[in-house]
């Protein structure tokens, strides 16, 4: 059984930066990917970011890119979301979420997992202005 572990979230001000971390373990596959999706109150959930393992291809979401970056240490078996220049609407709950194989793309999992995935309990992000 896959399990995602989140930490990092918290209050910051605009333009500021926080660094999400997802320590994950159980994955059975060689071919899984991991990811972080974030959700604001009266929105759908939706994919920010997530890397496959077996290739390190990356999937953003527009509204992320160059403010944002995934990363992983393998050793540690975690996965980091930097995310600078933060902005209001960043403010969300962020949720680790993965997939145990059966990846067909990194854009197709981080923008369609759902209930099949794993998921982490989830942790507060808020951008003040």
């Known amino acids: 059984e896959v399990q995602l572990v989140e930490s990092g979230g918290g209050l910051v001000q605009a333009g500021g930066s926080l660094r999400l971390s997802c320590a994950a373990s159980?994955?059975?596959?060689?071919?899984?990917?991991i990811g972080w999706f974030r959700q604001a109150p009266g929105n759908e959930r939706e994919g920010v970011s997530c890397?496959?393992?077996?290739?390190?291809?990356?999937y953003y979401a527009d509204s992320v890119k160059g403010r944002f970056t995934i990363s992983s240490d393998n050793a540690k078996n975690t996965m980091y979301l930097q995310m600078n220049s933060l902005k209001p609407e960043d403010t969300a709950v962020y949720y680790c979420?993965?997939?145990?194989?059966?990846?067909?793309?990194?854009?197709?999992?981080?923008?369609?997992?759902?209930?099949?995935?794993?998921w982490g309990q989830g942790t507060q992000v808020t951008v003040s202005s």
């Open positions: 979420g993965a997939a145990d194989g059966e990846v067909i793309t990194i854009a197709t999992m981080c923008q369609f997992l759902g209930p099949h995935g794993s």
């Open positions: 159980g994955f059975t596959s060689d071919d899984y990917a």
């Open positions: 890397i496959r393992y077996s290739d390190g291809r990356t």
